[in-house]
């Protein structure tokens, strides 16, 4: 069975260009989640969805990230304009909560590793 | 506010042996899931073992399990008989209750001696 899938793996921008993430979760799974993970502040999430429907994005650190998930088998995390400070690895992930139960595991995708020159 | 510590940023163990890796965290909510993922040097994340703050039994899975103590509010990861392939990072985290966000501690770099 194949995993969460993202991609691109790298990306190299300059400041100021609009950066797409992409992310495709496992099959059945109802819960993604785009998570950040830098030297200094270490993973932290920054939106998370349910059936689509965005649940969470108190983590999102400013106007210029957005994520959308059209359908259940794809998410895209947008950044525009892009700026130095944004390099680091985002992950996404997904899990499946069975009826009145929370999962008990994220499955996380390879990580996109952003630089941002 | 949940808040999950973990006090060793770097640990060395001789292959074979043993090694116990700490997490306290903080929350007043009474019901709760903690996690260990490890990260090894190519990136990913895997998920290692999951304990359930109501669950009677510690969790264990094969040379992983998890000491949990729930008064101290603790949940130390432990491995037994080291290999060299455990070199990585280890990252405990809480879920808090009526929500699938997970809150990440700043990991443990452990680095196992042949």
């Known amino acids: 069975d194949a995993g969460v899938i993202q991609s691109p793996r790298h990306e190299v921008t300059e400041m100021g260009q609009e950066v797409t993430l992409r992310c495709k979760p496992i099959?059945?799974?109802?819960?993604l989640f785009w998570y950040r993970q830098t030297m200094m502040r270490g993973l932290e999430l920054l939106i998370y969805f349910n059936n689509n429907v965005p649940i969470d994005d108190s983590g999102m650190p400013e106007d210029r990230f957005s994520a959308k998930m059209p359908n259940a088998s794809f998410s895209t995390l947008k950044i525009q304009p892009s700026e130095p400070r944004d390099s680091a690895v985002y992950f996404c992930?997904?899990?499946?909560?069975?009826?009145?139960?929370?999962?008990?595991?994220?499955?996380f995708g390879p990580g996109t590793r952003l630089t941002v020159l | 506010a949940q808040k999950i510590t973990q006090t060793q940023p770097g640990m060395f163990v001789q292959e074979k042996e043993a090694v116990t890796l700490d997490c306290t965290y903080d929350?007043?909510?009474?019901?709760?899931?903690l996690f260990w993922y490890k990260q090894p040097s190519s990136g990913e994340m895997i998920f290692l073992i999951y304990q359930g703050s109501y669950d009677q039994q510690n969790a264990t899975e094969g040379r992983y399990s998890l000491n949990f103590q729930k008064a101290r509010k603790s949940a130390n990861l432990v491995i037994s008989a080291s290999q060299l392939g455990d070199s990585a990072m280890y990252f405990c985290?809480?879920?808090?209750?009526?929500?699938?966000?997970?809150?990440f501690g700043t990991g443990t770099r452990l680095t196992i001696i042949p």
């Open positions: 099959s059945g799974h109802d819960y």
């Open positions: 929350t007043s909510d009474p019901s709760y899931g």
């Open positions: 992930a997904s899990s499946f909560s069975p009826r009145g139960q929370f999962a008990n595991e994220q499955f």
């Open positions: 985290a809480m879920r808090r209750p009526q929500n699938e966000k997970l809150t």
